[in-house]
């Protein structure tokens, strides 16, 4: 799967809006800010489709992984973005490292910690922000922003060449 892809999930009270653009996503951020409960949302859609009450909008199937069964599960995806909540400890080893590798499905990753085994680029890792207040009838608009900025648009005397040592 190329491109980017713009997603969007909601109900009545919650809306979700973001884009992917590489094929792993990370989205941090403290507890209580809506992380899980994006997880959660997905995660009802794919068991229940519209009867959930919840909508999702995109190009690609968004499918959620999760369970001790995960390796079966992630066998029989293909070109879905798939999403993994924190509480996934089969996410921060190799093992899964090496089965996403040439995978053509992009993975949104929810977590508090760093993964060393993954390959992701520091423009994918998102938090979440929200508008608005958890009310009866009030909805509660969540965009997701990049945690690092750009840095090559905020510099002004950015580097012409740069070499690198390797060790090898």
């Known amino acids: 799967m190329k491109g980017k892809h713009q997603i969007v999930v909601q109900n009545k009270r919650i809306h979700f809006s973001f884009s992917v653009k590489r094929n792993i996503t990370l989205i941090k951020g403290d507890s209580a800010t809506g992380k899980t409960t994006l997880f959660?949302?997905?995660?009802?859609?794919?068991?229940?489709?519209n009867d959930s009450g919840i909508q999702v909008q995109c190009d690609k199937r968004c499918t959620s992984l999760s369970g001790q069964y995960w390796e079966d599960a992630l066998d029989r995806i293909k070109d879905a973005i798939v999403f993994i909540d924190e509480d996934s400890k089969f996410v921060?080893?190799?093992?899964?490292?090496?089965?996403?590798?040439?995978?053509d499905n992009y993975y949104v990753i929810i977590t508090r910690e760093n993964l060393p085994s993954l390959p992701y680029s520091v423009e994918e890792?998102?938090?979440i922000h929200s508008s608005g207040k958890y009310k009866?009838?009030?909805?509660?608009?969540?965009?997701?922003?990049?945690l690092y900025p750009d840095f090559l648009?905020?510099?002004s005397d950015v580097v012409q060449n740069l070499l690198i040592e390797d060790s090898q």
């Open 40 to 49: 959660s949302m997905i995660e009802e859609y794919d068991r229940l489709g």
């Open 153 to 155: 648009a905020t510099r």
């Open 92 to 103: 921060k080893s190799n093992h899964f490292a090496e089965k996403i590798q040439n995978s």
């Open 136 to 146: 009866n009838t009030r909805q509660v608009f969540n965009l997701l922003y990049k």
């Open 125 to 127: 890792i998102y938090g």
